[in-house]
């Protein structure tokens, strides 16, 4: 089993940065490709970014392309999102979620496809 735990979130101003950070501890012997997904009040929970287990591969949703970025060092079991020119709209609880991947390691984008999920993270952009 692998546990998940995110941190890094808060309260920002429009056009400011912040950078989450989601450490794995358990069975982190495995390989995993990771997620960040996000879900608003009201809504439902949607994909942000994705990275392979090696980290060669990332994709982002369209709302935070060129802005977000997803990295991972596998050797300190953590994964990050580097948000900047943050928006309003970017207001969300964020978690990130693995995917157990022991043979073929792709980006994920639905949340029926992650086998652990972190708590959340808050995040709060004021205009």
């Known amino acids: 089993q692998v546990q998940l735990g995110e941190s890094g979130g808060g309260l920002v101003q429009a056009g400011g940065s912040l950078r989450l950070s989601c450490a794995a501890s358990?069975?982190?012997?495995?390989?995993?490709?990771m997620g960040w997904f996000r879900q608003a009040p009201g809504k439902e929970r949607e994909f942000v970014a994705g990275?392979?287990?090696?980290?060669?591969?990332?994709d982002y949703a369209d709302s935070v392309k060129g802005r977000f970025t997803i990295s991972r060092d596998n050797a300190k079991n953590t994964v990050y999102l580097q948000m900047n020119s943050l928006k309003p709209e970017d207001t969300s609880v964020y978690y990130c979620a693995a995917k157990n991947t022991p043979k073929y390691s792709g980006i994920y984008y639905y949340t029926y496809e992650y086998d652990h999920w972190g708590q959340g993270t808050q995040v709060t952009v004021s205009s």
């Open positions: 358990g069975r982190t012997g495995s390989r995993y490709a």
């Open positions: 990275i392979t287990w090696s980290g060669g591969n990332t």
